[in-house]
């Protein structure tokens, strides 16, 4: 039995494969170790599916946002060892997983754009270059938090053109001191302002809209992507929410560079429940 977790700020997708039978999935919340501590997240999983899994996994991988050092890794590694005190386990960054799942044991460059963003170069067995995503204040080009972020801002800046303040105020009845609140007090501030994406979505076909989810690509591609070199001549993949749903404005952004996405996925859960099989 092996269990397989691919975890987001938002979300955390769990697979396992049983040596017999097809592979069982479910969801839990989200568990980036920047906002969170082992105790907690114990405490979080204690109450989920995870803790009435039926047989215990014998080897466990764990992608997740945020596990970009060995303390990181071991806040999750921990909680697990909790869990599950005589599995194998591996814990290491959403990037690794997101390279697996969509270039397998080929070369090229793997971006996650989902509520946070990230990138790498991957040689078809590990990573070999990074450019750092910075979070949603300082980096995340291209991520539902900073397009979130971005959104709000036109909004309270009266910034936004008048139709769109309108259909955003009935849609998110948020008064100043409410928003401002939950971004600089709150416990998931990202999680808070990636939940506008869906407004963007709803409303593409505005030109604001699609222009500023096609400036946030622009950006992306501009900061992070051209820092690899030759990223012209090779393979360039993406998972994640922000990408699948918005793939017509990352591909007009990406052709404008005379580039082509090469992989957009959603959930990397189902290639990596082949790619560990």
Known sequence: MILIADSGSTKTNWGIIHH???PFRFTTEGVNPFFRTTSDILSEWEQSPLNGLS?????IYFYGAGIIDREKANLIKNALKSLFP???????SDLLGA????????????????TGSNSCLYNGKKITAHVPPLGFILGDEGSGAVMGKQLISDYLKNW?????????????????????NQVYHGEKPNHFLAGFVPFLKLNIDHEYCNQLVEKAFHLFLERNIAHYAEFNKMPICFVGSVAFHFQKQLKNVF???????HTIIQDPMENLLAYHT
């Open 20 to 22: 017999e039978g097809k």
């Open 55 to 59: 047989g215990k996994p014998e080897r």
């Open 86 to 92: 005589d599995a194998e386990m591996y814990v290491g």
């Open 99 to 114: 390279a697996r799942a969509t270039l397998g044991e080929k070369s090229g460059i793997t971006c996650i754009l989902g």
């Open 160 to 180: 936004m053109p008048e139709q769109l303040r309108t259909k955003f105020k009935n849609k998110y009845p948020l008064n100043y001191a409410e928003i401002l």
């Open 255 to 261: 052709l404008k560079q005379n580039l082509i996405p």
